[in-house]
């Protein structure tokens, strides 16, 4: 089992910038794949990035392409998810979780075994 604790999360007009860091706990950090998650007030949780343990490849949903950026330190056991050119719409509880087994089937969150306990993040417009 692997413990998690995300960080980072605040207020921040649009257009602006927040890193947020998930930390880990537990063995075998660097053979687990990392994604975020946000979940907006009556909306389901939706997939927002991920990053494989192995070759780091990453993926993302389309709305924050080219804007967000997920890594990973293996030496800290941490992952981060750079946010630039926040809009309104990113307004959500962020979510850090892990698998073992990183599927096709990433972007639902059924498939993650560990989850942080958030972090908010308010973009206001």
């Known amino acids: 089992q692997v413990q998690l604790v995300e960080s980072g999360g605040g207020l921040v007009q649009a257009g602006g910038s927040l890193r947020l860091s998930c930390a880990a706990s537990g063995r075998a950090f660097n053979r687990q794949a990392m994604a975020w998650f946000r979940q907006a007030p009556g909306k389901e949780r939706e997939f927002v990035a991920a990053?494989?343990?192995?070759?780091?490849?990453?993926y993302y949903t389309d709305s924050v392409k080219g804007r967000f950026t997920i890594s990973r330190d293996n030496a800290k056991n941490t992952v981060y998810l750079q946010m630039n050119m926040m809009e309104p719409e990113d307004t959500a509880a962020y979510y850090c979780?892990?698998?073992?087994?990183?599927?096709?089937?990433?972007?639902?969150?059924?498939?993650?075994?560990?989850w942080g306990q958030g972090t908010q993040v308010t973009v206001s417009s």
């Open positions: 979780a892990t698998t073992s087994f990183f599927s096709i089937d990433y972007q639902n969150p059924s498939g993650y075994s560990s």
């Open positions: 990053i494989t343990w192995s070759l780091s490849s990453t």
